[in-house]
Structure formats: structure tokens, C-alpha cells
């Protein structure tokens, strides 16, 4: 009886192991990962268009794969971790430029983060550039704050009911449009997120995208008269850069060993004073001649005048003018040249259309057929009206007519009380010094605003929520000549997690693959000082993290 008793037991026992390591098969985990994924499309307060389950390949782990529908237009994706690889955080991924599609996150999801994107509520495939706010407010509102904020909150719902339980912490990170996508959400909808990375915000982004049209037109105006780029040959086209490499060497000589080394990188640009009229002056062109060793003295305005940053009819300064040392960078971005075919990338992206679409609450028109004609005349009295950005005046930007869209997209409020403070919420802000297509300068006044209004101006109160570090050198969100790559995410998460604000940040410069600069990124308005052997600072061997002290 006794021995009959406990071969039934051992039977119990032996099917119930058997079943439970039946189900911990390959097969049968990935089997139930699939349907747990696809239970996802039956949620009855959400557009879910559809959940798989994406095979692990050599560099990601499976996934859960999710997309849905906000309405009218905006579409999302989530990337779920499966249940063991979460790291109980969500992660919105921000966008750059117009957006208008879905972009991934991978090494995110690879970490263990569910990651969450939209498209802005556009589809760039049939409205590229800002041709999606032609007379139509309601995707200027998605792509201005709403679709980033409404993604959150579907995003989060789907890792809720995917992993049965709320994430734990919540972050964002993004650059350029996701700089601006972050500060909005600080200031619209302060619960969204625990912290906060916001890089090279184009927070100010009618006075941005308007100041690039008014640059533009510097190089384009009467004939090419200003144009930086140079015809050496007489054949139309402008095949000489040389005047920029000589501007931007002539800074170099004057300013480089500001920080205590001389590497070809400003370490802080405010401090050195540069006079174009008076520091160009021995390399001005004889009167009536032109070439690409001297400035004309319609060269010499456009150099002054994109330090300066455009002015209206005042005198007012509307947006910060480019940093020292950045000229290098306004190649590709500004001046018409043979490699651009005389259509820098400013013209053909941000700003080339953003007047016509995005700017005004009327809109003026569409986009010429070339952008880089200046001598086409627009068809003002067709059906659909042409507008070229050629026409457009900066004094639009002074006397209010972009109002309303500044209210949609601008990202300017500096009170930011609601997120550092109630929420306990945590902010840093990057910038690169060399970016040319938004302004360091701007960061720099937007976080000194806020300091003053959050924080009536103590900067050691500021410092225990946010954080600004301005990485000399560096372009739009990565490039340049200087340290310009770090990993965003880490340092945020473990201030939030940990209590440990980062006290500075370590990046470095790259060439061929090879690791030739690095520096601490220091916490604003702290400097990186070189502090290492003496006598050893112009040695490229001593150009090392542990040389350089925050000061």
C-alpha cells in the first residue's frame, strides 16, 4: 500500500515536472512569447495594429514588436523587451528634423528598455519636409507636442499590460528635434517622465528656422555677392572653400590656447573676441578683385553677420549668431558650393520650406520648383500661390507673425517648476560649441532663464535637478573636430536611480577608430581646465580625461 502510494506521488510529482519542463522548451517559451505579444492587438482602449514577436538574431534578443494608431495620423511603435531581459524601464525615443517616420532604438532595446516612437503624426514619404502643416493646424499641433505626449501614454499602457506591472522609472532622450521634444514635455506634461536627456534643443525653433533662412539669404543675396564659396575659374560654379578654412584658422590662431591647449578646439568660445572688419582686415581683397585668398568686403558682412545672428529693421538680435570655431561646420549647412551643387543642406532641409509651411497661421504659399535658383519668380496668382524663402523678411519674426506658431512648437518656457521640483524630475541639457545649426548660445541663455525663474537664480539649488554641459568642438549632436561622443542615457539614470548627479562627463574624439582626445565635459558654467604635467599641454599623448579639471 505504502510503496503503491508513492509511485502514484512519484508519478504526480514526475508529470508536473514534465509539464513544467516541457513548457520551458524553445519552442513552447517562444510559442507562448508570440501569443502573450499578440494578446497586445485585443486591448479594448487602444488602436493596436499589430504585435509579433520578433526573432532574436546575433545582435538583438526577441522582442515584442507593436504598432498603433493615435488619431488622426499619428502612428507609434513600441519595442518590448521580453518579460526576463526588462529592465522595469520605459524609454521615449526622440526625433530629429521634421520626423514623419518610426525610428528605432535598438542598443535601448538591447539594455533591456521598452522604447517607445512616433511619427510626429506625418509620413515624410508623401509630405517630406514641412509640407505637412500646409494648411493644416492640427499636424502642426502633432509634430509641435502632441504625438510625443500621447505616445508616452500608449506606450506606457502597453508595457503595463504586457509585463503586469508599471515601469518603475520613465525617461526620454533625444537631440535637435528631440532636444525641443524634451523640453516640452518638462514644460507641458511634467508627469511623463522621471528624467530628462535633452540634446542640442531646438527649443526656439520659428527664431531658429527663420534666423537659417536669413542666413541663407546672406550667401544668395545680389548675385552670390557674399557667398563665402568662390568661383576660381570663371565657369559658375563655386569649386573654392578655401575662404572658410583660412576664417576658421585665423580664429584658431587667435583664440585656441584659451583653454591651456592649443587642439584645434575652442573650449569656450565666449571668451575669446573676435572683430571680422578688424581681424580680417590685412586679408581684404584689393578694390574690384575677388579670390579665394582675400574677403570682399560684401564677405566680410556675411562673416559679421553670422556671428552676429540676424537683426530686424531695429537692430534687435533675434536669434545667438554662430560660435567661434564653428565655420568649418557652415560648409555643408550654408554655403553654396560645386559638392552641394549650390543647395547647402539648411536650404534643402529645416529651412528651405519651413517659411512656407511652418512659420506663419496663414501660410503663404508652396515651395518654389528649385530652391537654389535665385532668379526664379515666383507664381504668385496660380491656384495654389508659390512662396520662395528668398521673399521672406526677418521683421516677420519680430512683429509677431509667427506668434501662433510659437506657441505650438517653441519649447521657451522657463519655469520649470512643476517637473524639477514637484515631480522630483531630472534635466540635463548637452550642447555642442561648433553646432551651426542651432545655437549653443541659446542653450546657455534658455538655462540661465531657467535658473532665474525655477530657481531664482541659485545655481547650486539648480544644479541638484538639472544640469547643462557644453562639449567644446562638437557639432549637431555628434561631429566636429572636438570630444563629441558619450553614451546619454547612463549618467541620467543613475542620478535618478542613485542620487548621484554627474559631476562631469567623459568624451572623447575619434579618428580611424582610434581614440585621440578626450576630455571632462564639465557641469555649466564649470570649465574643463588642463590641469596635467607641466609644459605637456600641446602634446596630443596628454590629452586625456585625468589631465583636465572642472572648474
Known amino acids: 500500500m505504502t510503496r503503491t502510494l508513492s509511485l502514484t506521488v512519484a508519478a504526480f510529482v514526475c508529470s508536473s515536472f514534465c509539464m513544467t519542463a516541457l513548457a520551458q522548451t524553445p519552442a513552447a517559451a517562444a510559442s507562448a512569447d508570440a501569443q502573450a505579444c499578440a494578446a497586445l492587438q485585443e486591448l479594448p482602449n487602444l488602436t493596436v495594429l499589430s504585435a509579433r514577436l520578433v526573432p532574436a538574431t546575433d545582435a538583438l534578443p526577441a522582442y515584442c514588436y507593436v504598432r498603433g494608431l493615435i488619431s488622426p495620423s499619428t502612428l507609434y511603435h513600441v519595442q518590448l523587451p521580453l518579460p526576463e531581459n526588462w529592465n522595469a524601464r520605459f524609454l521615449m525615443w526622440g526625433d530629429g528634423g521634421k520626423d514623419g517616420d518610426l525610428d528605432f532604438a535598438d542598443h535601448r532595446l538591447a539594455e533591456g528598455y521598452a522604447v517607445a516612437n512616433s511619427n510626429t503624426g506625418h509620413d515624410n514619404a508623401t509630405e517630406p519636409g514641412s509640407l505637412f502643416g500646409f494648411n493644416n493646424r492640427q499636424s502642426e499641433i502633432d509634430f509641435g507636442y502632441r504625438s510625443v505626449h500621447l505616445t508616452v501614454l500608449a506606450g506606457k499602457t502597453l508595457a503595463e499590460q504586457y509585463y503586469r506591472q508599471e515601469p518603475t522609472y520613465s525617461y526620454f532622450e533625444g537631440c535637435s528635434t528631440g532636444g525641443r521634444q524634451g523640453l516640452m514635455e518638462a514644460q507641458r506634461f511634467p508627469q511623463d517622465f522621471d528624467g530628462i536627456v535633452a540634446g542640442a534643443p531646438v527649443n526656439y525653433y520659428q527664431a531658429l528656422n527663420a534666423a537659417g533662412v536669413w542666413w541663407l539669404q546672406r550667401m544668395f543675396k545680389d548675385n552670390f555677392a557674399g557667398n563665402l564659396a568662390v568661383d576660381t575659374d570663371g565657369d559658375g560654379s563655386f569649386d573654392s572653400v578655401k575662404l572658410l578654412e583660412i576664417l576658421n584658422g585665423r580664429v584658431l590662431e587667435r583664440c585656441d590656447a584659451g583653454d591651456g591647449i592649443r587642439d584645434g578646439v575652442l573650449g569656450n568660445p565666449q571668451s575669446c573676441e573676435f572683430e571680422p572688419k578688424r581681424d580680417l582686415a590685412d586679408l581684404q581683397c584689393a578694390a574690384g578683385t575677388a ?44 554655403v553654396p558650393n560645386a559638392r552641394n551643387r549650390n543647395a547647402p543642406s539648411m536650404l534643402v532641409g529645416p529651412a528651405g520650406d519651413h517659411v512656407n509651411f511652418l512659420f506663419y497661421e496663414e501660410d503663404p504659399g508652396l515651395t518654389v520648383p528649385d530652391l537654389s535658383n535665385p532668379t526664379h519668380v515666383p507664381g ?36 520649470l ?98 581614440v585621440d582626445n578626450e576630455r571632462l565635459l564639465c557641469p555649466f558654467p564649470q570649465q574643463a581646465v588642463y590641469s596635467g604635467p607641466a609644459g605637456g599641454q600641446d602634446d596630443p599623448a596628454n590629452w586625456k580625461a585625468e589631465n583636465f579639471s572642472c572648474r
Open 380 to 415: 504668385r496668382n496660380a491656384v495654389l500661390p508659390e512662396f520662395s524663402w528668398l521673399d521672406f523678411d526677418i521683421n516677420d519674426l519680430s512683429n509677431g507673425s509667427a506668434a501662433l506658431m510659437q506657441q505650438i512648437m517653441d519649447a521657451t518656457d522657463p519655469d
Open 291 to 334: 579670390g579665394d585668398s582675400c574677403f570682399t568686403p560684401a564677405q566680410i558682412q556675411t562673416v559679421a553677420d553670422f556671428y552676429s545672428g540676424p537683426y530686424d529693421d531695429a537692430g534687435t538680435i533675434l536669434y545667438p549668431g554662430k560660435a567661434l570655431g564653428s565655420e568649418l561646420e557652415w560648409i555643408n549647412l550654408y
Open 417 to 514: 517648476s512643476r517637473f524639477l521640483e514637484e515631480q522630483g524630475g531630472k534635466l540635463i541639457l548637452y550642447h555642442g560649441w561648433s553646432d551651426s545649426l542651432s545655437s549653443a548660445k541659446a542653450t546657455v541663455q534658455y538655462f540661465n532663464d531657467m535658473t532665474g525663474a525655477t530657481f531664482a537664480d541659485n545655481l547650486q539649488a539648480a544644479g541638484d535637478s538639472t544640469r547643462l554641459f557644453l562639449a567644446p568642438g562638437m557639432g549637431h549632436c555628434a561631429g566636429g573636430p572636438g570630444p563629441n561622443t558619450w553614451d546619454k542615457l547612463p549618467a541620467l539614470v543613475d542620478w535618478v536611480e542613485n542620487g548621484r548627479a554627474p559631476d562631469s562627463i567623459l568624451a572623447t574624439h575619434s579618428s580611424n577608430g582610434e
